[in-house]
């Protein structure tokens, strides 16, 4: 099946009027879970936007820090994604403790790039974007449409770039839910 990056949504149903927002119950950790996944999945191509903006913005003042801090985060998480595919403690490990998973690729990235002396880029330009994201996905509840489309990629009628990105984090299982 191909991978169909989906349409961006609109900026009334991804912050203004339409949009619904509620803190996430902390006492219900897979509920939460869930409700990011999905809300990756539904806004992706917006969060795609929003992140590149960021990246532009921060390109802008320090090109050159800012191609190094992404280099160093796409090389750990391909050797993360390598490590898990071939080593079954690993691939427990991620399937078992998503959140530890990506922390621990990012963990890894600073302190690589605090040695090469990039940490401001890596700080602002690229984990401060996926902050805001993964903010907005906590808070923003789902609509009857955003189900729709995450049931769709769930049963695999569609395939999208961050379903594929969930997949390879070992959260598959979740998207849907």
């Not at 912050?15 to 996944?37: Q, V, Y």
């Not at 917006?46 to 532009?56: D, E, H, M």
């Not at 390598?82 to 998973?101: D, G, M, V």
Request: proline residues 5%.
């Amino acid at each position: 099946m191909d991978v169909q990056p989906p349409p961006i949504r609109t900026l009334d149903d991804f912050l203004l009027g339409s949009a619904r927002f509620a803190l996430p119950d902390i006492r219900n950790l897979e509920r939460w879970n869930n409700r990011i996944i999905n809300n990756l999945l539904y806004y992706q191509t917006n969060y795609f936007v929003s992140f590149l903006a960021v990246l532009g913005i921060v390109g802008y003042f320090q090109p050159f820090h800012l191609f190094l801090g992404a280099t160093v985060v796409t090389l750990m998480f391909m050797g993360f994604v390598w490590a898990a595919e071939n080593q079954a403690q690993i691939r427990r490990f991620r399937r078992n403790h998503p959140s530890l998973a990506l922390g621990a690729i990012l963990v890894a990235s600073y302190l690589f790039l605090t040695v090469l002396g990039g940490v401001a880029v890596f700080l602002f330009g690229i984990a401060c974007p996926i902050l805001l994201i993964l903010i907005h996905a906590s808070v923003r509840l789902r609509s009857l449409k955003n189900k729709l489309e995450n049931k769709l990629e769930s049963i695999g009628l569609k395939r999208t770039p961050m379903g594929l990105l969930l997949e390879s984090l070992g959260q598959e299982q979740e998207a849907g839910s």
